[in-house]
């Protein structure tokens, strides 16, 4: 019986070095997958990194583009029509408040033709003509500064900024 257990013994090792052998000849196979997948990840990585860096510079460049194309629009179309109509009124009318009503400040607009109805009505007691006066030279002055302000400074002051008077 021992030439039996020893035969099986034998037998049991030879198996055990076996497996030991294709255990090791997996593990190193699935070191390679292992390495192969990490290689392909650094790969996949760098590869998304460059196209988003690239999405992101496209969209930033459509974003400046936009941006541009609205200020050009803003300013060149609607700016300039309303200073020179803003102007214009203001030299011309400017006592009534039109060229505020233009430009949306309907309370000033409100404040100057008030003044000039107020002067209208007190024009017998000589005090009207010097709100006439008043309201018309205001009219005068800011017709003048409209008219002489660049097309870019005049939409940022008055149209961005809602300076009010002068």
Not at 74 to 96: P, R, T, V
Not at 122 to 139: E, K, P, Q, Y
Request: aromatic content about 12%; charged content about 30%; glycine content about 10%.
């Amino acid at each position: 019986m021992s030439e039996d257990n020893k035969d099986l013994g034998d037998k049991a090792e030879d198996a055990f070095d076996k497996a030991k052998g294709k255990a090791s000849e997996l593990g190193e196979k699935a070191s390679k997958k292992f390495e192969d997948a990490k290689e392909a990840t650094k790969e996949f990585t760098e590869e998304a990194k460059e196209k988003a860096s690239d999405f992101a510079d496209e969209a930033k460049k459509t974003a400046d583009e936009f941006t541009s194309s609205a200020k050009e629009t803003f300013s060149g179309a609607g700016g300039d029509n309303k200073k020179m109509l803003a102007g214009l009124l203001a030299i011309f009318l400017g006592s009534l408040g039109v060229h505020k009503f233009i430009l949306g400040y309907q309370k000033e607009g409100f404040i100057l033709l008030g003044a000039s109805i107020i002067g209208y009505i007190t024009l017998c007691f000589v005090v009207g003509s010097f709100i006439l006066m008043a309201t018309g030279v205001i009219g005068l002055i800011e017709g003048i500064i409209y008219l002489t302000k660049s097309d870019e400074e005049f939409y940022n002051t008055y149209q961005v900024g809602r300076k009010p008077w002068f």
